[in-house]
């Protein structure tokens, strides 16, 4: 069975620069998580969806990141501009809506602003 | 609301030693604990949970788990350890309000040494 995918696994940009992350969760999920996972602040909730719908962005850092879920199987994560400080890895995980189900994460992207 | 308390940053033990992982939680409601681990340079992976039922569980690549509600405890046991089980693990809880969102520990790294 396919995983979450996320791509790129790797992104090298300028600050000032749009970065836009990609997540296809895995078929039959209807909860989508995004995270950052940083040396100095460990794993953060950034925001997550159940049924395609924004439940809970109280984790998203400002108004510089934005994140949409179009349809089941797929999601995105923007930053706009992006600045050095948003150097992290981004996981992108997703799950049943049962609480007793795990969470399935994906290999992450490898994000780095100069 | 609910937290996780992971002790100790670091973990070192010798190939063939136990490996001990600690972890305690806080939760208002029911918990539902879930340990996961993290390879170099991937996403994180389910190692087992806890839910209902037998409060000894077992996972994959020979760990196990005990929830102790008198302790508020869910350690992370092996009694053989293996250089390949050199990683980042994590210990996580159901959060409050539904969709499966999981507060995650800072996370222990766990050193083999020969």
């Known amino acids: 069975d396919a995983g979450v995918i996320q791509s790129p696994r790797h992104e090298v940009t300028e600050m000032g620069q749009e970065v836009t992350l990609r997540c296809k969760p895995i078929?039959?999920?209807?909860?989508l998580f995004w995270y950052r996972q940083t040396m100095m602040r460990g794993l953060e909730l950034l925001i997550y969806?159940?049924?395609?719908?924004?439940?809970?962005d109280s984790g998203m850092p400002e108004d510089r990141f934005s994140a949409k879920m179009p349809n089941a199987s797929f999601s995105t994560l923007k930053i706009q501009p992006s600045e050095p400080r948003d150097s992290a890895v981004y996981f992108c995980?997703?799950?049943?809506?049962?609480?007793?189900?795990?969470?399935?994460f994906g290999d992450g992207t490898r994000l780095s602003i100069l | 609301a609910q937290s996780v308390t992971q002790l100790g940053s670091h973990v070192s033990v010798s190939e063939g030693a136990l490996v001990l992982l600690r972890c305690n939680y806080s939760?208002?409601?029911?918990?539902?604990l879930f340990w996961y681990v993290q390879y170099p340079n991937q996403g994180l992976q389910l190692l087992l949970k806890?839910?209902?039922?037998?409060?000894l569980v077992k996972g994959i690549n020979g760990f196990e788990a005990e929830f102790k509600k008198s302790e508020t405890s869910f350690h992370l046991t092996k009694p053989s350890a293996h250089m390949s089980d050199a990683a980042e693990y994590f210990c996580?809880?159901?959060?409050?309000?539904?969709?499966?969102?999981?507060?995650f520990g800072a996370g222990t790294r766990l050193a083999v040494h020969p």
């Open positions: 969806f159940n049924n395609n719908v924004p439940i809970d």
């Open positions: 939760s208002s409601v029911p918990p539902y």
């Open positions: 806890y839910t209902t039922g037998a409060t």
């Open positions: 078929s039959g999920h209807n909860s």
């Open positions: 995980a997703s799950s049943f809506e049962n609480s007793n189900q795990p969470q399935h």
């Open positions: 996580a809880v159901r959060g409050s309000g539904g969709y499966n969102k999981l507060i």
